[in-house]
């Protein structure tokens, strides 16, 4: 919980925003999620910590393209990639808040509960706070027995 509280300080404290732009890319530390439920079947928990790495691409001012991997919620290494359709918007002209939409396809779901295909779909809406070298993004899973909000700081490089 702590990490999630220092970035938000770092993001709303910062001096300097400006939106990622073309061609520009950022490091994306997967942290975390949070399910509306804490466990699946008869016992087993959720993995919540979810850590991975990945990367974002500029490709054009409201087209994102990411790939990565994380640890998923059933405990196994997912990879992923996808687009993401977002749009900035400037608050004081510091601070950028960008609501998004991701289509992603991601591996590790389909020998779990979910019984999702090989390479599985996920829609998913998000919002990302921040400024030119740092963000975070809240994710919204919207469907699955469970529903899930995701956790995720972007390091512009």
């Known amino acids: ?24 890319w950022t490091l994306d530390i997967n942290t975390g999620s949070k399910h509306s439920d804490n466990t699946y079947g008869a016992n087993s928990y959720y993995n919540e910590n979810n850590d991975g ?27 992923y990639t996808g687009i993401v359709l977002n749009k900035d918007y400037y608050l004081f002209n510091k601070i950028i808040i960008s609501p998004g939409i991701g289509l992603m396809l991601a591996t590790g779901y389909d020998e779990t509960p979910m019984d999702a295909p090989m390479l599985a779909p996920i829609l998913h809406p998000s919002i990302a706070v921040g400024h030119k070298n740092l963000r975070s993004t809240i994710g919204y899973i919207p469907y699955g027995e469970d529903k899930v909000f995701t956790f995720q700081t972007q390091i512009l490089f």
């Open 1 to 24: 919980m702590f990490r999630y509280i220092a970035t938000a300080v770092i993001v709303f404290f910062s001096l300097n925003a400006h939106a990622l732009d073309v061609d520009e």
């Open 53 to 79: 790495f990945g990367m974002t691409f500029g490709y054009s001012d409201m087209l994102d393209i990411k790939f990565g991997y994380f640890e998923n919620s059933y405990h196994n290494t997912s990879l």
